[in-house]
């Protein structure tokens, strides 16, 4: 079965601390994987996908295809970071708005 | 207004009651999408728009009933809801088979059905 899994539902750190959003999925193919966000009264939009291999406001995700990870990454999280976070997967290449998604872990970065 | 854009951001209705959820896009996508987020669960892709044509149907109920007029708008008729289906709706634009297929989200219709 396809499926997202993000085993954290809130996630609380203080400013300056590494963070770490888990996300493992099951796919049988060779899925595309992105983060999306969603700031407090904004909607929701993409962090970052893996296939373009950025770094966005500090956040970084390496695909690992054996764990079948998708963790997002910050060494240094800021107030600001706060947020929804959503990872998914599309099962086909290039289109990037069929959407599996994890169920959501809120970030709180504390001062 | 530029992006997606949904009205109304919040509907209530009865059971018995008729409505429709509006989406519009400016961003010249050829593929729109309807997501339910549930409580306590994840969100669930609903319906697919590729050109105007309807190319995917998660097994949706009947009494949801989506439509593409163009490539800038996108409806979802609503009739004989149950209370269950209250949750917040959203729509999404892509272009659809292309070098950057990202999806824009629109900000949710909050719907509650008593």
């Known amino acids: 079965a396809q499926r997202v899994t993000q085993p954290e539902k809130l996630l609380s750190v203080f400013k300056g601390a590494p963070v770490e959003l888990k996300c493992n999925y099951s796919?049988?193919?060779?899925?595309?994987l992105f983060w999306y966000v969603q700031y407090s009264r904004q909607r929701l939009q993409l962090l970052l996908r893996?296939?373009s291999r950025e770094s966005i406001k500090g956040f970084t995700a390496d695909l690992n295809k054996g764990e079948t990870s998708f963790h997002l990454k910050k060494p240094f999280a800021q107030e600001e970071d706060s947020a929804m976070y959503y990872c998914?997967?599309?099962?086909?290449?290039?289109?990037?708005?069929?959407?599996?998604f994890g169920q959501g872990t809120e970030l709180s970065v504390k001062p | 207004e530029t992006g997606v854009t949904q009205t109304p951001r919040h509907l209530v209705m009865g059971m018995t009651n008729k409505k429709s959820l509006k989406c519009e896009q400016h961003?010249?996508?050829?593929?729109m999408y309807w997501y339910k987020q549930s409580a306590k669960k994840p969100l669930e892709l609903m319906f697919v728009?590729?050109?105007?044509?309807?190319?995917e149907n998660n097994s949706v109920p009947s009494r949801f009933s989506p439509e593409c007029p163009n490539s800038s708008h996108l409806f979802l008729h609503l009739h004989t809801l149950q209370p269950e289906d209250s949750a917040l709706y959203l729509c999404?634009?892509?272009?659809?088979?292309?070098?950057?297929?990202?999806?824009?989200f629109g900000q949710g219709t909050r719907l509650t059905v008593v």
């Open positions: 961003l010249g996508h050829n593929a």
């Open positions: 998914a997967l599309s099962g086909i290449y290039n289109q990037g708005g069929k959407l599996i």
């Open positions: 999404a634009s892509s272009l659809f088979d292309g070098a950057d297929t990202e999806a824009f």
């Open positions: 728009y590729s050109l105007e044509e309807r190319v």
């Open positions: 796919y049988s193919g060779s899925p595309e």
């Open positions: 893996h296939i």
